[in-house]
């Protein structure tokens, strides 16, 4: 038995070296496993506070778009109401144009009338000049 025992002992003391050596590897193992799973979590806390992050972002351009969005509303609006009065000045311009335009016209077929005649009414049309320069005008 005593040539057993030193074997028996060898034998052991490799087996607990064995057991020793797979628990050591079994926990580096677990630890491999934590360390990755806290930078998993790591990762994924970083990830949501980016998403957060760029949904306030967006958030904010958008409220900004909309501003921007309104107040281009708001001078198309002003455009097109200067464009309007634009428009309506110049219609009325040339109504006023043109009824001056109608008005020297007759007045000149009236003065060359007078002036064709035989013989020629030369005061008839330096009266209706003087009235025109002196007298009342008409209004537009």
């Known amino acids: 038995m005593s040539a057993e025992v ?11 070296a064995v057991g020793t050596f ?3 590897l079994y926990f580096a193992r677990r ?6 799973r806290e930078e ?10 980016v998403i957060a992050e760029l949904r306030a972002r967006l ?16 001078q198309v609006h002003e ?13 009325e311009a040339y109504q006023t144009q043109r009824f001056y335009s109608s008005t020297a016209i007759d007045l ?9 005649q035989a013989p020629p009414n030369v005061d008839g049309a330096l009266t209706r000049i003087r009235e025109l320069l002196f007298g009342d005008r008409p209004a537009a």
């Open 6 to 16: 030193p074997t028996i002992i060898a034998a052991l003391s490799a087996a607990a």
């Open 22 to 24: 797979l628990a050591y």
């Open 31 to 36: 630890s491999v496993m934590g360390v990755a």
């Open 40 to 49: 998993a979590l790591a990762l994924a806390e970083t990830r949501a506070e």
């Open 59 to 74: 958030a904010s351009l958008e409220q900004r778009h909309n501003r921007m969005k309104a107040d281009c509303e708001g």
């Open 79 to 91: 455009l097109q109401r200067s464009l309007e009065e634009a428009r309506t000045e110049a219609r």
């Open 108 to 116: 000149l077929e009236h003065l060359l009338g007078d002036l064709e």
